[in-house]
């Protein structure tokens, strides 16, 4: 079953040491991911990067919409 941990490991394994925030309703996910990473990206790219390390899980449908904001610090 997918929980809040699984993604946010997912997410630290791609940005290691950002700030990153999961908010989880049943296959709907809320993702806020801040860092360094994104710098100089423009917002679509930023949101291709989160998407990465996630389409394994949209993939198999356990996840179904995720909202992501994705910040520099």
Known sequence: ???ETIITNALENA????DIDVQL???HCQVTVTS?????LRPVARQ???YA???EF???GA??????VANTP
């Open 1 to 3: 079953m997918m929980n």
């Open 53 to 55: 390390p996630l389409n």
């Open 48 to 50: 291709q990067k989160v």
């Open 36 to 40: 360094e990473l994104f710098e100089g």
């Open 15 to 18: 940005f290691p040491g950002a």
């Open 63 to 68: 996840l179904h919409a995720v909202n992501i």
């Open 25 to 27: 309703d049943g296959s």
């Open 58 to 60: 949209i993939r198999s």
